[in-house]
């Protein structure tokens, strides 16, 4: 770690992704960060890049927002019982990735079911990722799992105490459409943002969700609309892009098939502003540290996505559908970035036309709230150029 986040200059930068859609490449070559937060964006010779904490020179490569997964599954700190593994945000980290949102906390062995317990776990896992952050990554946690039985006051009470995020719809005991609206509507009127389970069960004793439940439930995101791990059929899939306005949300641990048909239908529809992307990880698949960064390769070589497009489905979609202050490159909002370049020896003749191949770019540097936390990836195939600290 490098610097207090008090005053952080990245000059040289060779190219600027916004994570904004509608403008997703900037004209700019230096980034300046105070108190943690962009102050400024332009170029270098326009900006007072003097008295700074630290100074990087980023020597031609890429800057980005920092990536968001909108679908993990934490327990505690850095470790998960569900694979049995150390670091594994650590791990992700190295990958791009400065923010998580948890879809439940589900992989907690004896996890509580008990309503009482079930809101004692969602409080208590909020608290212990604010309190401590893994490698400094911003994970959004404690997403109680409702089940049969919780009444409006249940949501008021998580709400009172700073629960923001609801687990997976469809986890728990309640599965129905009625039911699910019902505790969704309550969970909206108390602030709290609502996902749900889409497609086959994931793992035994979790069930099937199907188009007229998610349909029902009308949650604010379309939890894993590619399955996470078994997809609906095609024609359900099409028919909850069209039907709703919500995030459709796509995963590494879920159909590829069927993520590209969703996202070839929300480009059908002129709605990729609603695609988001995670990696439902630690799950049976396992802990995938460079799950985003795969997702954005794939879906821009194989569904024919602009790179810097298939960015903002990682990182300023997700900032707009889940009210975010990270993954836009925007003054006022937290400096969080990944700089990253083409790997060695990967085909194309830019980091954009590499991604576009199918190729992962190489990690140099992450920075979160306007601190450096790690420097070359261990994870990505090693970048061409990296960035460096020049002076601290
Ligand atoms: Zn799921």
Known sequence: MQGTGDRLVIRNIGLMLSGMMEQPILDADCVIAEGGRIAKIGRADEVDTGESDVVVDARGVTLAPGLIDSHVH???GDYTPRQQQLHWIDSTLNGGVTTMISAGEVHMPGRPKDIVGLKAMAIAAQRWYENARPSGVKVLAGAPVIEHGMEEQDFKDLADAGVTLMGEVGLGSVKDGPTARKMVDWARKYGIQSTIHTGGPSIPGSGLIDKDVVL??????????????????DDQIVCICESCRTGLEIVHNGNERAALLTLNTARELKQLDRVILGTDGPAG????????????????SLGNLAAE??????????????????GILEEGRAADFVLMDQAQHAPGKTILESIELGNLPGVGMTVIDGVVRTGRSRNTPPAQRLPGIVSV
């Not at 029902?216 to 059929?233: C, F, K, Q, W």
Request: glycine share 10%; proline share 5%.
């Open 74 to 76: 934490p327990v505690v």
């Open 216 to 233: 029902e439930a009308a949650t604010d995101v379309v939890g894993h609309i590619n399955g996470g791990h078994s997809a609906l059929p």
């Open 285 to 300: 698949s396992g802990v995938q540290p460079l799950g985003i960064l795969r997702m954005i390769a794939m879906l821009s």
């Open 309 to 326: 497009s298939a960015v903002c489905l990682a990182t300023g979609n997700t900032a707009r559908m889940r009210d975010l202050d990270v």
